[in-house]
């Protein structure tokens, strides 16, 4: 097997007084190409602990439509050695909290357990993900509990209107798909088709398992060798594509109370260089409450109550946004205020002053996020899947420091002042109505 230590914890960050340690991570890749990346924190006594695939929505087939989510809850349900009773009560026989989530990219199966408890949690974490056992009987019935969930997300208007926005951004690329699938796609999905999937997408060389907490590399290295070292499978491909974003407005009719709205475009690749410019630009746009679009459109005005700046980002592709919601009848102010905030930035920039408070709360958070194993978890399973580099807290602030006003400028004048624009939204309104605001 192959060991790559990370960097030793040699520099330090000096926070309100406070001295944090870099980021150390170890990374030992296994001979079926398993890797494991985990961080000591040796204060804690619990883990986080994450099985990351490298697999999404994106690399569905048409007749698979939400087959990675759906074998997300399938894969809970057991295998031939264990139901899902069995998966359920060990968990909580141990007080563990375990879920998983599933992405456009990749899929996480994640666990948070006692430090003691770590072998058991692997132990049934290791055989759902191997040996599933796909009954007849529990498919037909999961089948239901996901069309629940589209049904929940349906009603709820929030979540409707960014279904709409990326399937405006992203229109007729694999990213457009929804992650849930549809109703009719996991109706009509066989046994035949979740097995095909899991059989091409899961495998020792598409996954990644990531911990962070009261763990101990050499051992975790060993339990996961010993639990996983006989699985084979070799690393997975994605079909990757620039989009073609073209305006265009999708909105979803309903008498609602609030008009839910996002308006935005094409953003950055996750690899782009000038993602800490972006993060910057986002952040006194519209991310906390001395953002520009908070003050202008809530207190100055008070139209809305939520508005917020967001951005997506993939190995290929990304998008930004705005979302706002706001009595119907100010739909029109909302809008063009959001527009007008979005023209000042291109022309203007931002002030030094801004600059500086963005960067400040920037580096809270990431001192925040130290704080927080399952999210330091997330962050080294994710950026060893997408093959990012892992930065340490020195390296980050090094890149945020280095953000200056011209670069913020120009990355808003090559997103906020591209003619490309889209808008998702729901509410008491047809498309025409809003097509005018997706115009500079």
Known sequence: MTVKPGPKCLAHWHVAGNTLPSVHYDLTTLPNGLRVISEAMPSLRSIALGCWIDTGTRDEMPDEAGVSHFLE????????KLSARDVSETFDSIGAESNAFTSKEYTCFWARLLDQDLGTGLDVLSEIIQRPAFRTNEIQSESQVVIEEINMYEDDPNDVTFECFTSAVFADHDLEAPVLGTRESIREMSREDIVGYWGRRYGAGSMVVAAAGSVEHADLVEMIADRFGDWSGAAVDHDLSPVETTPRVNVRRRETEQAHIVLGGPGL??????????????????????SRLFREVREERGLAYSIYAFKLAYAD??????????????????????????????????????????????????????????????????????????????????KLEAVDLQAVQDVAANLYGADTRVIGAVGPFDAGDLEGYIQL
């Open 73 to 80: 809850h399938l894969l809970f349900k057991g295998s031939e």
């Open 269 to 290: 690749r996750r690899e782009d260089d000038r993602r800490w410019a972006f993060e910057v630009l986002n952040h006194v746009m519209g991310s906390g409450m001395s």
């Open 317 to 398: 592709n990304g998008a930004w946004g705005v979302y706002v919601g706001t009595t119907p009848s100010q739909t029109e102010t909302a809008l063009n205020v959001i527009r007008e905030e979005l023209a000042k930035v291109v022309e203007e920039g931002i002030s030094s002053e801004e600059l500086e408070r963005a960067k400040g709360s920037m580096r809270g958070g990431l001192a925040l996020a130290l704080e927080d194993a399952n999210s330091r978890m997330v962050r080294l399973g994710r950026d060893e899947l997408a093959g990012m580099p892992h930065l340490s807290v020195d390296e980050r602030l090094e």
